[in-house]
C-alpha cells in the first residue's frame, strides 16, 4: 500500500502545482471514512482506494481524479454523503465521485431483464467525463488482481466474465492498451486457466528455442536502420497468452501455425522516420503481401498511430514489426490519458494536444454506443452490439468525394450507407464499389471507394440486418422495421373494425371512439387500432362498447365466422411483403395455403398483385433464381380468429361400397366443410378423391387428414400440394 506521502511524490513528480494539502485531506478521509472494514483478502479496506489512485498516477493523471480514486468508494461504502464531499473538496470532485458512485450501482450483473438499460446509463455516466472511467477501469485493474481472495468460484467467474465483455473493451476503446491487456490476462487466468497454462508451456519452449534469436533480430534491425541514418530503439516482444488464444479461436488455427509469436517494436524520433524505417525493412528483408497497414494517415478510432509490417527477415523468421514515434508509443499504450500535461501553466486534459496526435475525440464511439441502445429490441442483442462496437478492429474506406469512414473489420455496405446517415441507409438499394456495382453482401476492404444508389423512398426489408455487423446499422434498420410493422398493424386493426362495424350494419363515422379508449385504457384512436391489429383486442369488443344496444341480429352478423379469399380484402387477413395498401393478394390454388401454414408472396408481372404460397410449395421452384419476386408474409391475428380457408387433401381409398361415405362422414365429423370433392386415378382397387374443404386452420386441416388415416379403408391421406 502506499504511504501518504509516497503517493503525493509521485503525483507532485509530473505536478509540481497539485494542492498538496487537499491531497493529503483526503488520503487521511478515506482511512477514516472506512476505518476497520476489511475486504475478502483480510486487507483493510482503505488500502483499495490507495491503490486505486497509485495505478492513476502511473498514468499522470490530474489532481481531481486522484483524489476522486481515494474517494470512489465513500458514499457507496460508508456514511458519507455527496453534500459532505462537495462541502470538504470541492463541486467537480464531487461530481466525479458521484460518476464513478453511479456506475457501481450499475454494475452490470444485476437481473438479466435490466442488463440492456444499466449498460446504457452506464455507458452515458461515462461517456460524459474520461476520467470517472479511468477511475473505474483503475478500480475493476485493482479488483481483478486480488480476485483470487474471493472464495465463491460462481462470483470470480462472473467478475472475470464482465471484465473480458465489458471493461477490457472499454479500456481499448478509448486506447488504454495497457489497462486492456492486464484486464485481459487476469480475467483469461481465472476463466480458462488450463488453457492458459498449455499456451505458458508452449511460449517457455518457444523461449528456450528462439529467445537467443529474439536479442539478435533486434539487434540487425538496430545496425540497419543506423547505416541508413534513422537513429530508434528496437523492442522484441512477445504475445500475451489471451492475445494467442484469442487469435487460435478467430482463425481455427493450432498453436505451431502462428507466424506471429513475436513482434519488433521500432521505435523512432519523428514521423518522417517512420516512413524512412519502413523503406530500410522494405529493401532488407521481403515483405509479406497484405501484412501492411498505415494507421498514421489512417488512425484508428481510439486514436492509435503506428506503422506494421511483416517481413521475412534474417534466419527466415516472419518477422511482425511497428514502426512509431515515442509520442505514439505513449499513446499507444496510454490512450486518452496521454493527453493529461501542463498547458497554460495550468496541468488537465490537452484536446489540441489529442488533436494533433489524432484528430479524433475516443469518446465519440462510447456515445455512440448509446444510440445503439436507444433503439429497443432483445437485451442479450443490444448488449452484444455493445461489446461488437467496442471490440472490433477496423476497415477503412472511402467516398466518392474522398470522405474517410471507419467501420469495423467485416464491414459491409449497408454498415457503411448508416455511418453516413440514417437516411442515407434507410433508402440504399444497391452500391458500387471502386465503380463496379457489387451485392449488398460484399465485405468491404481497406482502400474501397464506395457509393451508395438510392431510393426515393425508404425501403428496409427485414432481411437486411443480416448484411450488417455495426449496431447503428442493426439498431436503425431494427427502428424502421418496427415503425413500419406499427403503421401495418394500425392498417390492419382500422380495416378490422371497418369490416366489424359494416356486418353489423355500422359505420365508425356514427359514433365517437372516446368510450372506448377510456373503458380498455387506450391512449389513442391509432393505438387502439394498431392493438386491434395486434390482436390483443377483438373488434367485437370495441363494437359492443361502442353500441352496447346492438340487437342480437346485427351482433351475430358481426362476429360470424368469416371466409379469407383473394383480392384487396386479403389485406387484412396477410401481412408484410412491403406492398402498398390495397395491392390485391391471391392464395396460390398449388398449395392452397391456410392460416398457420408458413407463407411467401410471389410479385406477379403485369399489376397482377402478389400471389401467396407456403414455404413448401413445389411451384417456387421456378422462382428460385428470381429474389426480387420474393416477399416475406404473415398471417395477421384476425386471419386466426373466426375464419375459414379452403384446402385440400387427396385420398386414396379402398374401392368398396360405403367407404367414400364413411370418408365424407369423418370429415363432417372432424368439423370440416366439403366445398367440392373430385374422384380420379379410379382402378379395380382404389381410386383417388380430392376434397376441398373449408377449414379453420393448419392446425385443423392436420386433424381431418388424422381422422381420415384412422379408417382402415382409406390408405394414404396427403395435403395438395400440386396445382390441380
Known amino acids: 500500500m502506499l504511504r501518504q506521502y509516497e503517493l ?12 498538496e494539502a487537499v491531497l493529503n485531506r483526503a488520503y487521511v478521509y478515506a482511512m477514516r471514512m472506512h476505518g476497520s472494514q476489511k475486504r475478502a483478502s483480510g486487507d483493510p ?30 458514499v457507496e461504502d460508508t456514511e458519507a454523503t455527496s453534500a459532505e464531499i462537495g462541502r470538504l473538496f470541492g463541486v467537480e470532485i464531487a461530481g466525479l465521485v458521484e460518476g464513478v458512485t453511479k456506475l457501481t450501482k450499475l454494475e452490470l450483473n444485476s437481473e438479466h431483464t435490466r442488463q440492456a438499460e444499466n449498460l446504457r446509463k452506464f455507458i452515458l455516466a461515462i461517456s460524459r467525463d474520461v476520467r470517472v472511467l479511468l477511475v473505474k477501469l483503475a478500480d475493476r485493474l ?23 465483455d465489458i471493461y477490457a473493451p472499454l479500456a481499448r476503446s478509448i486506447g488504454c492498451h495497457r489497462i486492456c491487456t492486464e484486464l485481459e490476462e487476469l480475467a483469461f ?59 487460435l479461436q478467430r482463425k481455427s488455427i493450432g498453436f505451431s501455425q502462428l507466424s506471429d509469436i513475436y513482434a519488433f517494436r521500432v521505435i523512432v524520433d519523428t514521423e518522417e522516420d517512420c516512413y524512412r524505417a519502413l523503406g530500410v525493412a522494405h529493401r532488407a528483408w521481403p515483405s509479406v503481401p497484405d501484412r501492411f497497414k498505415d494507421y498514421i494517415s489512417t488512425p484508428k478510432r481510439n486514436n492509435y498511430r503506428s506503422l506494421h509490417t511483416t517481413v521475412v527477415g534474417p534466419r527466415g523468421m516472419r518477422i511482425e514489426m511497428q514502426i512509431r514515434t515515442e509520442s505514439m508509443d505513449r499513446i499507444a499504450e496510454e490512450g486518452v490519458a496521454a493527453h493529461w500535461r501542463y498547458k497554460d501553466a495550468s496541468y488537465g486534459f490537452d484536446a489540441e494536444h489529442q488533436a494533433e496526435q489524432g484528430g479524433r475525440d475516443p469518446l465519440v464511439n462510447l456515445r455512440h454506443l448509446v444510440q445503439v441502445l436507444e433503439h429497443g429490441g432483445d437485451v442479450e442483442e443490444l448488449v452484444e452490439h455493445a461489446k461488437l462496437e467496442m471490440y472490433l478492429d477496423q476497415t477503412f474506406v472511402f467516398t466518392p468525394k474522398g470522405r474517410l469512414v471507419s467501420l469495423p473489420r467485416g464491414g459491409m455496405p449497408l454498415d457503411f450507407a448508416y455511418a453516413l446517415h440514417t437516411d442515407i441507409g434507410d433508402t ?22 464506395v457509393e451508395v444508389v438510392r431510393a426515393p423512398k425508404p425501403v428496409v426489408p427485414a432481411d437486411w440486418r443480416s448484411l450488417t455487423v455495426t449496431g447503428r446499422a442493426r439498431s436503425a434498420i431494427r427502428r424502421h422495421i418496427r415503425q413500419t410493422e406499427k403503421d401495418e398493424f394500425t392498417r390492419l386493426g382500422r380495416a378490422a373494425l371497418d369490416q366489424t362495424f359494416s356486418r353489423a350494419g355500422k359505420s365508425r363515422g356514427d359514433v365517437s371512439l372516446a368510450p372506448a379508449l377510456e373503458r380498455l385504457a387506450v391512449g389513442s384512436a391509432d393505438e387502439l387500432f394498431e392493438r386491434v391489429g395486434r390482436g390483443s383486442i377483438a373488434p367485437a369488443e370495441v363494437l359492443d362498447i361502442l353500441f352496447p344496444r346492438l340487437d342480437a341480429a346485427a351482433r351475430e352478423a358481426a362476429t360470424a365466422v368469416r371466409r ?24 396460390g390454388v398449388c398449395c392452397t395455403p391456410v392460416p398457420g401454414d408458413r407463407i411467401v408472396g410471389i410479385l406477379e408481372g403485369d399489376g397482377q398483385g402478389l400471389t401467396v404460397h407456403t414455404i413448401d410449395c413445389a411451384e417456387l421452384a421456378a422462382f428460385e433464381e428470381k429474389e426480387d419476386l420474393w416477399r416475406d408474409l404473415q398471417w395477421t391475428p384476425e386471419a386466426e380468429r373466426d375464419t375459414l380457408t379452403q ?17 365424407c362422414t369423418t370429415i363432417g365429423e372432424a368439423g370440416g366443410n366439403i366445398v ?6 379410379r382402378m379395380t382397387d382404389f381410386f383417388d378423391v380430392d376434397f376441398d374443404i373449408e377449414v379453420k386452420d393448419a392446425r385443423h386441416l392436420t386433424n381431418i387428414a388424422a381422422a381420415l388415416r384412422a379408417n382402415p379403408a382409406i390408405e394414404t391421406v396427403e395435403r395438395s400440394k400440386r396445382a390441380g
Open 647 to 663: 384446402s385440400r387433401l387427396t385420398a386414396t381409398i379402398r374401392n368398396a361400397p360405403g367407404v367414400l361415405g364413411q370418408a
Open 142 to 164: 485493482h479488483n481483478m488482481r486480488t480476485l483470487q481472495h474471493i472464495k465463491a468460484p460462481a462470483k470470480r467467474e462472473r467478475i472475470a466474465r464482465e471484465t473480458l
Open 45 to 74: 479496506y482503505f488500502a483499495h482506494p490507495i491503490q486505486v489512485a497509485g495505478i492513476l498516477t502511473d498514468y499522470r493523471m490530474d489532481a481531481a481524479t486522484i483524489i476522486t480514486a481515494l474517494l470512489h468508494d465513500t
Open 676 to 681: 367440392n370433392l373430385r374422384m380420379h386415378r
Open 8 to 19: 503525493i511524490e509521485k503525483v507532485r513528480s509530473y505536478d509540481p502545482s497539485a494542492d
Open 428 to 449: 440504399c438499394i444497391g452500391v458500387k464499389i471502386n465503380g463496379e456495382p457489387r451485392p449488398l453482401r460484399t465485405p468491404l476492404q481497406n482502400g474501397d471507394v
Open 189 to 247: 487466468t481465472h476463466l480458462n486457466p488450463l488453457a492458459r497454462d498449455a499456451i505458458e508451456r508452449r511460449l517457455n519452449a518457444l523461449r528456450t528455442e528462439q529467445g537467443g534469436a529474439v536479442a539478435l533480430v533486434s539487434q540487425e534491425i538496430i545496425s540497419r536502420l543506423q547505416a541508413a541514418g534513422v537513429p530508434s530503439r528496437v523492442l522484441g516482444r512477445e504475445k500475451n497468452p489471451y492475445s494467442i488464444w484469442r487469435k
Open 564 to 587: 379469407i379469399e383473394g383480392g384487396a380484402g386479403a389485406r387484412l387477413y396477410v401481412r408484410g411483403g412491403g406492398l402498398t395498401p390495397g395491392v390485391s393478394l391471391h392464395f
